[in-house]
């Protein structure tokens, strides 16, 4: 009778453990591809998210670091494209870093009172100092509108 008992309580020890490995092992499998499938899409989803905005040319100024750059002023700024509201801090205009590498303009041919197209990554970095700052790398590309 204790051999039976014994059997039968080890019998079903296997089988209870036997099934909870399995059911762990599906949900645990379920769940990572959830995981991938909603870091794709939020991937996804913040690629096409850029802020544009056009602006005024305030002052134009060569920065002394050890890499060149270039600190544009820009006031009077339209959101063109803005789906997270960055634009609404720029109140008091917003002040641009860039590499003078990277324009497809000569900034030296730049004045007070020219307008420019910019483009922004998203997220984009700024400083919350008044006006805000935006370092080169968060910015996609500076465009000179006629």
Do not use: R, W, Y
């Not at 590499?99 to 990554?121: I, M, Q, R, Y």
């Amino acid at each position: 009778m204790k051999k039976i008992i014994n059997g039968s309580l080890i019998l079903f020890s296997v089988m209870l453990l036997g099934a909870c490995t399995t059911t762990t092992n599906t949900e645990s499998t379920q769940s990572e591809s959830m995981v991938e499938s909603s870091n794709s899409m939020s991937t996804t989803k913040e690629e096409e998210i850029v802020t544009i905005f056009t602006a005024t040319v305030e002052s134009v100024t060569e920065l002394e670091t050890q890499e060149s750059a270039v600190q544009i002023l820009l006031t009077d700024v339209e959101a063109v494209q803005d789906s997270e509201n960055a634009t609404t801090s720029f109140n008091d205009g917003v002040a641009i870093n860039v590499d003078p590498t990277t324009l497809d303009f000569d900034f030296n041919d730049l004045k007070a009172g020219d307008k420019l197209k910019v483009s922004l990554d998203h997220p984009a970095i700024m400083t919350m100092s008044i006006p805000p700052q935006i370092p080169g790398n968060s910015i996609l590309s500076v465009e000179l509108v006629k």
